[in-house]
């Protein structure tokens, strides 16, 4: 991939040839990552710029003795995950019965998919008015404050007659991605186990039933995002992820080494440091849920580049 860029930067030809064809290619950035400044279409205002001072007291919840059906240990991560939601909505898990291997096969595909030449990635190229596929910087929707990233989206729903993962990967990128498309169907269907774990122990942290937000998301929809933050030579200028909350009821995140998310809490940013192994829970902003006059808190994020 960098050479490919490096030749489309450096020849004038390919370069028209390229735009020909792939209009957005020079708004990727993959392609300008090798360039020495940010385009300008990158560059944020200095205010939404500023860059965490402390990290968030998120809690790590070791979910080991939940999924084994300790009922002191139950009480235990309900009790810590209602503190961190009526705090900021953040909390990490650790033993949360999600393979490791599959983790660390599901990232060994996204860094293959988004190492592919520009002209491979748009045969995912994300249409209008369509939520899935893949989108470079977002530039098909906004020509300023662009994040410094790469997305690859795709819808997940439980049938047991159709894997749509797979049938993504194999009707946009063809038949050779269809390992591909196994590994992630596979990965959607260990992360819907654990957030109808996670919506239990919400539910036991209000004084409910552990069944009651259950019952409404055993046939829910989900969306599953890759994002890929390449090199960024002025990354002080550039950020990853632009400052969001998340439009749904739970999102669970696993991060790099490197870090970068950011999250907006008690009026200041804070980051969230990488634990090996953990999964970041965050609670989105349909989850507004209220109990004896408490509300669980909704938190702005954003990704920082390192």
């Known amino acids: ?14 370069e028209r040839e390229d735009q020909k064809d792939h209009g957005d290619s020079f708004l990727l950035p993959s392609f300008l990552q090798k360039q020495p ?6 560059i944020w205002p200095k205010g939404d710029l500023v860059e965490a001072q402390q990290e968030l007291k998120a809690p790590i919840i070791d979910l080991e003795g939940f999924l084994k059906g300790d009922l002191v240990a139950t009480e235990h991560a309900a009790m810590l995950i209602r503190a961190a939601c009526l705090s ?37 190229k994300r249409m209008p008015g369509c939520m899935w596929g893949y989108s470079g910087a977002h530039s098909d929707r906004f020509s300023s404050k662009l994040p410094w990233k ?54 036991i942290s209000l004084g409910l039933h552990p069944w009651h937000y259950k019952q409404f998301f055993e046939d829910s929809s989900s969306i599953m995002r890759c994002n890929y933050y390449p090199i960024c030579q002025q990354p002080a200028l550039a950020i990853g992820t632009g400052p969001h909350c998340d439009p749904t009821s739970l999102t669970i995140l696993h991060q790099d080494q490197v870090g970068g998310l950011e999250v907006f809490a008690n009026n200041k940013w804070q980051t969230v440091r990488p634990c090996h192994d953990a999964l970041v829970i965050n609670i989105g902003d349909t989850f507004m849920v209220v109990f004896s006059n408490e509300m669980f808190k909704i938190s702005i994020l954003l990704f920082h580049l390192k």
């Open 1 to 14: 991939m960098d050479s490919c860029a490096s030749t489309l930067l450096l020849s004038p030809l390919v």
């Open 88 to 124: 900021h909505g953040f909390f990490q898990v650790t033993n949360h019965g999600v393979d490791p291997c599959l983790i660390k096969t599901a990232h060994g595909h996204m860094d293959q998919f988004f190492k592919l030449p520009i002209s491979m990635k748009l045969r995912a």
């Open 150 to 203: 790469e997305t690859l989206s795709f819808g997940f729903h439980e049938n047991d007659s159709d894997p749509v993962v797979v049938d993504f990967f194999k009707s946009t990128l063809g038949k050779d991605f269809e390992q591909t498309g196994m590994v992630y169907q596979k990965y959607c269907e260990a992360m819907k186990d654990l957030s109808l774990a996670i919506l239990e122990l919400l539910a």
């Open 37 to 42: 400044y940010v385009p300008m279409n990158f």
